[in-house]
Each structure stands twice: as C-alpha cells, then as structure tokens.
C-alpha cells in the first residue's frame, strides 16, 4: 500500500486554533462523526445528518483529501453547469475532515464527502492516521437503509461496533449476512483490529421513502449520536424538518389508495411482530429485553406464519 499521507493535506494553523497538540495517547479526545456519499444512504440519512450539522453549528476545515487520486471520473462523474454560452459552476467532489463545536462548546471531528472509487486501503489507513493524531475517542458512521417498514411507526435502527459493549443496550435484527462493502465498513472494520472504538448506526428507513430526503431518519440517527457520544448537535431545527415531511408523506399517502394499501400492509406486519415479541416500539427500551436467541426464533417464527398465508 502506498504512504496514506500522500492523499491528503492537513492545516496544521486550524488544528493549532482547534485541538492544539492533540489529545496524547491513553486520554478521551474528540469523537469523530463519519458520513460519507456513495454507499446506500436510504432518506438521506447521512447526507441530511451532515447538512444540518454543517448549518446549525460552528465549524473549520482541518483535513482534505486529494480526490483526483481517488475518483473514477467516467463510472461518477461530477455535475457541471451550463449557462447560455460557458459553463458557470462545477461541483467538485470532496472528502474532508471537519472540527465541530457542539452546542455545549464541545469538539468533535466530522467525515464527510464523496465515496472514493480507488484506493480504500490507503483512505482507511489515512483516517488511521488522524485518528491516532488527534486521539480520537470514538468513531461514529451514520447512514440509512430501505426496509419494508412504515413511516407511521417509530424508525428502527441497527447498531453495530468494534465490540459489543459499546451497543449492548440495542437489539440486532439481523444474524449473519452478507453484503456489499462500504468504506465506512472497512473504516470501522479496520479501527477494530488496530484497537480502535468504532461504531455505526443504520437506520431503516421505509422503502417506498428511500429515494427522497426522509429528515425523520436523520433525526433518529443524530439522536443515537447523542446518546452515544454525549453531543449536543442542535436538533430542534432538523424536528421541525423532520415534522414538515411526514405530513407531506400523510399527504400524498391520502391521494393514493394504492400507496395507502402498501402503508396499511406494512403496518400490519410491523404491529404483528412487534406484537410477537412484547414491544409496541422496536426501539423501546423496555425491560427485560429479550435474547439474541429468543429474539431470532421468534422472528424465524413469525416469517414462517407470513409464509404460510
């Protein structure tokens, strides 16, 4: 693998005014928040995540990657603009390493940009890099996925981590499963093995929703966040987002009796299992919760009852 640091470029004058030295090893330093395009981002999940973060709190540049060395151009390519006669604007692909201040004052780090096409190893191993150089406490990714699940019942989220203190209050919904690979994948895979807190959060986004921006998916996901990593990340202007779209889902839901017969099917299948396993709310946290075991049993159970109609 070639030298991670000859993909990125680092203000050093911005670190000095941000983390100063940095955090030495052995000490709790800044979270760093991750949410990169590219991958599956069901509701925009991710993406809003980081808008509003970018919007409602302060922030400055510490690190940018040297994309051209990380893009296939000709497989995603970049978006110009024509005006009349010349072309006015072009949307330059990034990946950049943000310092964020919280609404408490608090530091924290933001990943965020464009998917590179090449070159993951070297990526993972520049992020390595800074995470070691600023003493990053924990790692954090956020995105969205499309699930057969209705926008008229709380959102459900998979949480998933290095090790699994750090998501023993949360419910797996999945056993083994294979799928295709992210860099926030490899990311959290790789700061595993080196010794690193690393975590993520996917939240299930209904499927017929998956193609718009879903704020309510952001909002769950930077509310995990929170509860994680002690941030307070300012959502009352993202609620309010998040309330606006679900009335104009209602909306359009009620113009279409076929859509309305889609919502009404799911709502019966998540009421059926949630149901079946004691909780009203699949992100409830009720106790006593039940096992991995029992849980996968009952789900087994519940599928094949489906089937069987």
Known sequence: MLDPQGIYEV???AVARTLGEGSPAGTDGPVLVHAVKGFVDAGAAGELAVAH???????E???TFDMDQLLDYRSKRATFTFDTDRWADYEEPYLVLDHVTDGEGTGFLLLHGVEPDLQWERVVGAVRQLVERFGVSLTVGLHGIPMGVPHTRPLSLTAHA?????VDDYTSWFGSVKVPGSLAALLEYRLGQAGHDALGFTVHVPHYLAQSQYPPAAVVGLRHVERATGLD???SALDAAATDAT???EKQVQESSEV???VKALEEQYDAFARSVGRTNLLAETAPLPTADELGAEFERFLAQQNGD
């Open 162 to 166: 290095t090790r699994s203190g750090l």
């Open 247 to 249: 009335l104009e889902v």
């Open 233 to 235: 990340l300012h959502l």
């Open 260 to 262: 309305a017969a889609v």
């Open 61 to 63: 540049r510490l690190a």
């Open 11 to 13: 203000d050093e004058a």
């Open 53 to 59: 973060t970018r919007s409602e709190l302060t922030w």
